[in-house]
């Protein structure tokens, strides 16, 4: 077995050296940077997190910049990214950095997983990339690989798997330079090991590779069947008032924390999205509105959930806003829109407002 293992470390560090992509956190030993990017890497697709990656550290270059930020500031680079409690907390992890460890990045994993958001897998890249410490990653690239090596049975999509394939990967995992190991285990998943149609002929561990030596590489990896996603319908309003539209501010904590968004909320069962508009407006808001027109209807998914959203252009009766769940309002006019952080959702229909030719208000 050791044998074994030494021939993949080897096997697998030739072919990264010869082989792995060009991308900027690779350049780079500041393990803010590195951790910029494995925060972004998570649940995000390389070609997605570049631009973000580019802008985020033009923005905040260092770690005080990041702390001294306002929260509204870093939500807005962070917008479209999704998944808003990472930024969240790297914005309380870089405050916890100046005031705990005096702006030094700890270098320890200890130290590093007490940061706000950081588990298991950032604290094992950081340590592993920027520190050299012998740190294994699990992400959802390794597991597949290592299903498919050992032919693992263990579902990769449950989290009681994880200490299993968390063992295999520090069993496998090259000491003498661990952060190269890790990137090329991951990188192997992404470029060669892929969920479908792995690339075995060219895979630099084939013929060490369990699955592929039994003729068993469709088997794996296992995964038990998640219950279907739910779909739920939701009805908002962009409420006019003149020239103005009203958007309310999310709790800080929670799915889309801190973000903006037009009033709304999920359609009842035998309500029209309509009624639900002008009741959730009255509940959230406490303005009475009329309906003028539906402009949009947009599908989004989420990781638990997708919403089939229905947008209406609404009119301002009565009232005076008493917030009921969000935490901020603001009546802002079309060309202010771009400053507020919106969720993805929004932003599938934002475009549509923009090329309207009237408004209930101009009328
Ligand atoms: S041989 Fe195929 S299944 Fe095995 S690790 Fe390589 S790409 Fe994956």
């Given at each position: ?5 030494n021939q993949?470390?080897?096997l697998?560090?030739d072919?990264?050296q010869r ?6 956190w ?5 393990p ?13 697709q390389v070609q ?9 550290l ?10 001294d ?6 939500l807005?680079?962070w917008e479209?990214?999704g ?9 309380r992890?870089?405050?916890d950095?100046?005031?705990k460890?005096?702006?030094?990045f ?5 130290a ?7 588990g298991?897998?950032?604290a094992?890249?950081v ?8 740190y294994?990653v699990?992400d959802g690239?390794?597991?597949r690989v290592?299903?498919r090596f050992?032919e693992?049975s263990?579902?990769?999509?449950k ?18 330079r661990?952060g190269m ?10 470029l ?13 561990i084939?013929?060490?590779?369990r699955?592929y030596?039994a ?6 990896p296992?995964?038990i069947?998640?219950p279907?996603?739910?779909l739920?319908?939701i009805a ?9 539209m009203?958007?309310?501010?999310r709790?800080?904590e929670g ?6 968004e037009?009033?709304g909320?999920?359609v ?8 639900t ?6 509940e959230?808001v ?9 402009i ?12 089939l959203m229905?947008?209406?252009l609404?009119r ?7 917030l009921?769940?969000?935490v901020?309002?603001r009546?802002?006019t ?14 599938k ?5 923009k090329?309207l ?7």
């Amino acid at each position: 077995m050791e044998k074994v293992i030494n021939q993949t470390r080897k096997l697998l560090a030739d072919w990264y050296q010869r082989y792995h992509r060009r991308l900027p956190w690779r350049e780079t030993r500041s393990p803010y940077r590195i951790w910029v990017s494995e925060v972004m890497l998570q649940q995000t697709q390389v070609q997605t997190v570049l631009p973000y990656y580019r802008r985020f550290l033009e923005h905040f270059p260092d770690v005080k910049t990041l702390a001294d930020a306002d929260l509204q500031v870093v939500l807005k680079a962070w917008e479209g990214l999704g998944y808003y409690a990472r930024a969240r907390n790297m914005h309380r992890a870089a405050k916890d950095i100046m005031q705990k460890h005096h702006g030094e990045f700890p270098d320890s994993r200890e130290a590093l997983m007490e940061l706000p958001g950081i588990g298991d897998y950032i604290a094992s890249a950081v340590s592993s990339i920027a520190f050299n410490q012998p740190y294994a990653v699990v992400d959802g690239n390794v597991k597949r690989v290592l299903s498919r090596f050992y032919e693992l049975s263990d579902p990769v999509n449950k989290s009681f798997s994880y200490r299993m394939f968390k063992a295999a990967a520090q069993d496998l995992l090259d000491h003498r330079r661990p952060g190269m190991f890790n990137q090329a285990l991951m990188e192997l998943g992404a470029l060669v090991c892929t969920p479908k149609n792995p690339d075995c002929r060219h895979c630099p561990i084939h013929p060490l590779c369990r699955a592929y030596q039994a003729g068993r590489v469709e088997q794996f990896p296992k995964r038990i069947r998640s219950p279907k996603t739910p779909l739920h319908h939701i009805a908002v309003g962009v409420v006019y008032k003149k020239d103005r539209m009203l958007i309310t501010c999310r709790k800080p904590e929670g799915l889309l924390g801190g973000l903006w968004e037009f009033p709304g909320g999920k359609v009842k069962k035998h309500e029209t999205p309509e009624k639900t508009c002008i009741r959730e407006i009255k509940e959230e808001v406490n303005l009475d509105i009329t309906v003028d027109r539906h402009i949009s209807q947009v599908k989004h998914a989420y990781t638990h959930f997708k919403i089939l959203m229905d947008v209406f252009l609404c009119r301002y009766e009565a009232g005076e806003v008493k917030l009921n769940g969000p935490v901020d309002f603001r009546w802002i006019t079309l060309q202010e829109i771009d400053q507020y952080p919106f969720p993805k959702a929004n932003h599938k229909f934002i475009p549509a407002l923009k090329t309207l030719s009237s408004t209930p208000g101009q009328k």
